[in-house]
T-cell receptor, first 111, second 113 residues
Framework: RKEVEQDPGPFNVPEGATVAFNCTYS??????FFWYRQDCRKEPKLLMS???SGNEDGRFTAQLNRASQYISLLIRDSKLSDSATYLCVVIPGSGTYKYIFGTGTRLKVLA | SQTIHQWPATLVQPVGSPLSLECTVE??????LYWYRQAAGRGLQLLFY??????ISSEVPQNLSASRPQDRQFILSSKKLLLSDSGFYLCAWTRASLNEKLFFGSGTQLSVL
């Protein structure tokens, strides 16, 4: 089983739609979680950290489910500019400096 | 503010040639430094990370090596490139503590022909 798994997509959604991605992780001792956004041939950029109680940043909501070992990202009112690949990142355990990336989920927002 | 510089942006190298990619961070001290590789259409693979000068952790056995000769400098090298070394190489840094946010350089697109 991979350490971090994501549905590769693509998710094709119309403008204004709500879309959600999940990401599962295998190490139950994982400590920290993040969502990154990557545009084609560019470096990944931090979208948001994921906190235990869930957190929101504008149209974006991130949640953590430790019991089922997954994190989620919800995007409301999708914009054309949200089209990108969304990468889930996990620090797999305590006391480690490793950051493990999922393979990413492609989102295409259609006009 | 902190910035990370990575160069060159693109590189075309013949099979069997050497490689040296450099990454430097400004505006912080004692950062943790990382090298990732992304093959075409694939996810990011952690290659090396370093928590201090001369301290290198290798994640994937391969013909690549990394060095950290100075606090804010991280170098990725190869003595002889393989076709399979082609990809998008990304340097990244975090503050020197656990669970920090990871910030990336702009990447080097390496094509081995």
């Amino acid at each position: 089983r991979k350490e971090v798994e994501q549905d590769p997509g693509p998710f094709n959604v119309p403008e204004g739609a709500t879309v959600a991605f999940n990401c599962t992780y295998s190490n139950s001792a994982s400590q920290s979680f993040f969502w990154y956004r990557q545009d084609c041939r560019k470096e990944p950029k931090l979208l948001m950290s994921v906190y235990s109680s869930g957190n929101e940043d504008g149209r974006f909501t991130a949640q953590l489910n430790r019991a089922s070992q997954y994190i989620s990202l919800l995007i409301r009112d999708s914009k054309l500019s949200d089209s990108a690949t969304y990468l889930c990142v996990v620090i797999p355990g305590s006391g480690t400096y490793k950051y493990i990336f999922g393979t990413g989920t492609r989102l295409k927002v259609l006009a | 503010s902190q910035t990370i510089h990575q160069w060159p942006a693109t590189l075309v190298q013949p099979v069997g040639s050497p490689l040296s990619l450099e990454c430097t961070v400004e505006g912080t001290s004692n950062p943790n430094l990382y090298w990732y590789r992304q093959a075409a259409g694939r996810g990011l693979q952690l290659l090396f990370y370093s928590v201090g000068i001369g301290q290198i952790s290798s994640e994937v056995p391969q013909n690549l090596s990394a060095s950290r000769p100075q606090d804010r400098q991280f170098i990725l090298s190869s003595k002889k490139l393989l076709l399979s070394d082609s990809g998008f190489y990304l340097c990244a840094w975090t503050r020197a503590s656990l669970n920090e946010k990871l910030f990336f350089g702009s990447g080097t697109q390496l094509s081995v022909l």
